[in-house]
């Protein structure tokens, strides 16, 4: 998680991980480590049929890298932070407040955005420049095959980047990915924006729509959130007192519980579960994992000992009502190992070790 300078990302870190930063935390200028759970309705509904005796969300860990300003990113350290993360959330600032400054005097998330993703991509030009340095006196000495053949791949990235696009935008061959995969390209990462709005802005989703449009050629999803009416509906005591403040906002489920599925999307995971009176269990597996892979999640043995996996579907199951029913309706299904998971599967695996 990035951002300016109060932009609401501490508050969204500690909302999403409900772990409030220490000052010490705060003071380290380290990244800030927590671990949020994916909040999924369809889990919910789950616990409720099945009424087990333990329940697991699954879960991803997020990390709160510190403030984007010219000192951190001249410095350099906090491309580090970020290169050694899967994925990037980026948080804008899109709300007014005069108590709070905004570090350009003026708030403008396109601009914002704009400067951020320059900076990342600036970022990843810089090393290929001085790596190219140094493959060209490698060439010049030895004609070595395999720095010529890197220095070409680079140059394509080079183009890229200097046409202001992202390198998750450009189609590399199997060989061009492995070749680059140990080099700390920051704009290679999957990313999307939470707009920070004020809650009188909730409604209004013009700013959010346009920059949709705007951002989808260069693969960046946004969403936005009110973190100050996320923090009121956590503040309140019951389900009840929270359902009854979001239905006067009009809103239909917490932003946060979105944001942590937009974090498993961007990550290019998918959700399935397993369920029973003893536990129902969500579990996270990359999308297009075949039902081996996914066993694999739960348990390595589960993978190696593989025979078949017995698929329900989650809407069969409660548009149905019962296990009882999805077997009877001819919809509970037997597969084998090439068989590919999908988002929301019910999965009971069998398997011999």
Wanted: glycine share 4%.
């Amino acid at each position: 998680m990035i951002g300016l300078p109060q932009v609401g990302k501490k508050t969204l870190f500690e909302l999403i991980t409900r772990h409030k930063p220490t000052e010490a935390e705060v003071a380290s200028g380290r990244p800030i480590k927590g671990v949020a759970d994916i909040l999924d309705g369809r889990f919910d509904k789950l616990i409720s049929i099945y009424k087990p005796q333990k329940n697991v969300r699954a879960r991803i860990d997020i990390e709160l890298i510190p403030k984007l300003e010219k000192d951190s990113i001249a410095k350099g350290d906090i491309f580090k932070d970020i290169n050694e993360l899967d994925a990037i959330c980026h948080v804008v600032r899109a709300f007014s407040d005069e108590s709070v400054y905004h570090v350009d005097g003026s708030i403008d998330p396109k601009r914002d955005i704009g400067f951020v993703n320059s900076e990342l991509i600036l970022h990843d030009l810089i090393f290929i420049e001085k790596r190219v340095e140094r493959l060209d006196k490698t060439i010049k000495q030895t004609k070595e095959e395999a720095a010529v053949k890197e220095r070409e791949v680079l140059g394509k990235l080079k183009s890229h980047l200097e046409k202001d696009l992202p390198l998750r935008t450009l189609d590399l061959t199997s060989d061009d990915k492995k070749l680059i995969s140990s080099y700390p390209f920051i704009s290679r990462k999957d990313m999307f924006i939470v707009l920070n709005v004020s809650e009188s802005a909730l409604k209004d989703t013009k700013l959010q729509v346009e920059l949709t449009s705007e951002l989808k050629p260069i693969k960046i999803d946004v969403m936005q959130v009110s973190a100050k009416v996320e923090e009121e509906i956590t503040a309140l005591d019951s389900e009840a007192e929270r359902l009854e403040f979001m239905q006067s906002l009009g809103i239909n489920e917490p932003a946060i519980n979105l944001m942590t599925q937009l974090c498993l999307r961007t990550l290019n995971l998918i959700s399935f579960f397993t369920v029973g009176p003893d536990e129902v269990r969500q579990w996270n597996t990359k999308k297009s994992s075949t039902a081996p892979e996914a066993a694999g999640a739960i348990h390595t043995d589960l993978q190696r000992g593989f025979i078949r996996a017995e698929v329900m579907k989650y809407d069969d199951l409660i548009n149905l009502g019962s296990e009882e029913q999805v077997k009877s309706s001819g919809k509970y299904y037997l597969k084998g190992k090439d068989y590919t998971v999908e988002d929301g599967d019910i999965l009971t695996i069998r398997f011999n070790v």
